[in-house]
Structures are given as C-alpha cells and as structure tokens.
C-alpha cells in the first residue's frame, strides 16, 4: 500500500502540476477547455431564452447536444470525456496530497473543493456518455422526476431538504471563492503579464458568482420541492435560469447570468492553460 503512494507522491513531485503524471496532466487540460466550453455554450442558449428566441434548453444536457449536432462535435466530445475524466482524477490525487504552498483550513477548503470538482467534471463526463449512447434521442431522467422518487422514500421530504442546504452550501462557498478570489491561488500566473492576470481574476470572480446564484436557485427550487412535498417545484440549471429571466429584472438579470456563464468559460481555458492543482 505504501509503495504505490510513494510513487504517486513522485509523480505529483516531478510535474508541473498536483495531476499524476504529465498524460493525466495534459488530458485533464484538454478537459478543462472542453469544461469551458460547455459553460460557453450554457451562456448562449441562456441568452436565447433571455430574448425569447426557441433553442435548446441552457442546460449541459442542451449545451452537450449544441455541439454534437456541429461538424466534429460528436469527436469532440468523445475527447472531451476523456479529458473530463482524467480532470476528475487529478483533482482527487490533489485532494489526497495536493495544495503543498497551503496549510491547516485553507489547505483542507481547497481539497474539498477538489472533491467537489472532481465530482462536478465527472457528472459532465456522464452526461456526455448517456447523450452519445442514446444518440441524442432522448433526455436524461429529469429532475423532477428524480425529486419525485426522493420524495416516495421514507422522510424523502427530510432528504430532499438536505439536499436543498447542501446545494445552498456549495452556492455560498462559490461565493466566498468568487469574492476572495482564492482561485487565484490554485494558478501559475507569475510569468503572465499584471493586465492578463487581472483579466482572468475577473472572469474567474464573475463566472463563479454566476454560477453561485444558479445553483443558489437550484437549490431553493428543491426546498420549495420539500416544504410543499411537491416534485413540480424542483429543476435544474434549465429551471433555475428561466426562473431567472421570470423575475421582475427578467431579461437583463438573464443576460448578466449569462455573461458570468460565459466569463467563467473564458476563465477555464486560462485555468487549463495554468492550473497547479
């Protein structure tokens, strides 16, 4: 057991990066782009919905199916599961000995964080592989019915609130890491000139509080699925944004998420281009 650690600790010690080894190293940054591609495309289809024009839902299900119906996409997005995959790795090797230039709760909040992305990329990965294998002809489960299914299981209202708070959770702490731009941290960006690095602070701050009040909203459509035991509240990111666009601001509060979204795209090609960990 403690031999392949070893190795692993050398691996990680020998690269540019927390990824064990340099294929995992450049798949997980292939993985990356293709991340902020997808986030791209989400931005696109939400502006859509913003100005009332009929596309596909801005979801990664709606973004994932954008690009495979494009010339190429299908290999695209073959090659963006594999980068996903190997991403997803790398931020669990991160998360067992990663963040060395870190230490006590700071170091634990980033290997959570890793966690957590590792899980985020590899939900994209499946998402990607189910719309391929069903040749695009179909949607996965939704997410009411799933809300629904929770909410057949004994205290499933006590589990559906539970995940309500945990989604909440994460929106609160892409929020602290949006505002204290501690993603800054996880880069290698001394080289890049201060108007570059400045420029990928601020798309990094936009996007993650973008994407911090969506899942904020996720997640309070899961409590009102709760409160009222009523699986027609809940929603995904679809929901959440044409929620977004149905409030009093409507469009322009839409079109602002939507820029963060695509902010937050830019902001994961220069993450691929100088990630860390």
């Known amino acids: 057991m403690a031999r392949p650690l070893v190795r692993l600790r050398r691996l990680v010690r020998e690269g540019r990066s ?6 995992v190293d450049g798949l997980g940054r292939i993985g990356l782009v293709g991340y902020g591609l997808v986030h791209l495309v989400v931005a696109w289809l939400a502006l859509h919905v ?15 199916g954008t690009i495979a119906r494009t010339p190429g996409g299908v290999f695209a997005l073959l090659v963006a599961v594999i980068g996903l995959f190997a991403f997803a790795l790398w931020q669990l090797t991160a998360a067992a000995i990663g963040f060395k230039w870190v230490h006590g709760n700071e170091r634990l909040r980033k290997r959570v964080g890793a966690v957590m992305k590792s899980i985020a990329v590899s939900a994209l990965a499946g998402i990607v592989i189910d719309y391929l294998a069903g040749v695009g002809s179909a949607r996965a489960t939704s997410v009411q019915q799933l809300a629904a299914h929770v909410l057949e299981l004994p205290a499933g209202r006590v589990l559906l609130g539970l995940v309500a708070v945990v989604l909440v959770g994460i929106a609160c702490a892409m929020t602290y890491t949006g505002v204290r731009r501690t993603f800054m941290g996880d880069l290698d960006v001394k080289a890049l000139a201060p108007g570059l690095r400045n420029a990928i602070e601020v798309a990094g701050a936009a996007g993650h509080l973008a994407r911090a009040l969506a899942i904020a909203v996720v997640g309070g459509l899961a409590g009102a699925a709760a409160l009222f035991a009523d699986p027609a509240w809940a929603g995904g990111l679809d929901t959440a944004l044409r929620a977004l666009g149905s409030t009093s601001a409507g469009t322009w509060l839409l079109v602002v998420v939507a820029a963060g979204f695509a902010a937050f795209g830019v902001f994961c090609v220069a993450d691929a281009a100088t990630r860390r960990a």
């Open 18 to 23: 927390d990824a064990p080894g340099q294929v």
């Open 50 to 64: 913003a100005f009332g024009v009929p596309d596909a839902p801005p979801d990664a299900v709606g973004a994932v």
